[in-house]
């Protein structure tokens, strides 16, 4: 027996748990079939990727820019879109939109006019001018 083919404690495959020999352990060249759990976790991959696809492309074909105006933008877009408000204006209101010291806000969080991701935010403007039409009603300010 010549020491390169000498069985002996050389570590045992990950996968399927065989005794291996030096030669085998030293150059990876044993080949087991592959754990079926692999198999399973790999076909799930798969059909994520293809759902997630599925969902980009969906997305895109129901979203034309041409026609379809964004609705979410950022205080200085708001502003030059809506020219009624100032930018320290709306800084103020969404100052106030949160919770402080006893008060309750102003309610534009909780009507989802405000959206805060990370240090940028956004105003999404039907929501917001409904929110503005809807301080005018309880005001009893109506035009």
């Not at 599925?54 to 895109?60: F, S």
């Not at 106030?96 to 909780?110: D, F, Q, T, V, Y």
Request: aromatic fraction near 6%; proline fraction near 5%; glycine fraction near 6%.
């Amino acid at each position: 027996m010549s020491a390169m083919t000498k069985p002996g404690p050389h570590g045992s495959c990950y996968r399927c748990g065989m005794a291996l020999t030096w030669v085998e352990a030293s150059d990876r060249s044993h080949k087991c079939s592959p754990h079926p759990l692999a198999e399973v976790k790999a076909f799930q991959k798969r059909e994520r990727a293809k759902r997630k696809a599925v969902r980009a492309a969906t997305n895109c074909a129901n979203t034309d820019t041409a026609t379809h105006a964004p609705t979410l933008f950022t205080v200085e877009q708001f502003v030059a879109r809506e020219p009624a408000f100032t930018a320290l204006a709306l800084r103020n209101l969404i100052f106030k939109a949160e919770p402080r010291h006893g008060s309750k806000g102003n309610g534009l969080i909780e009507c989802g006019a405000i959206i805060r991701l990370g240090r940028k935010v956004l105003i999404h403007e039907a929501r917001f001018l409904s929110w503005v039409d809807a301080q005018m009603g309880e005001r009893g300010h109506d035009a």
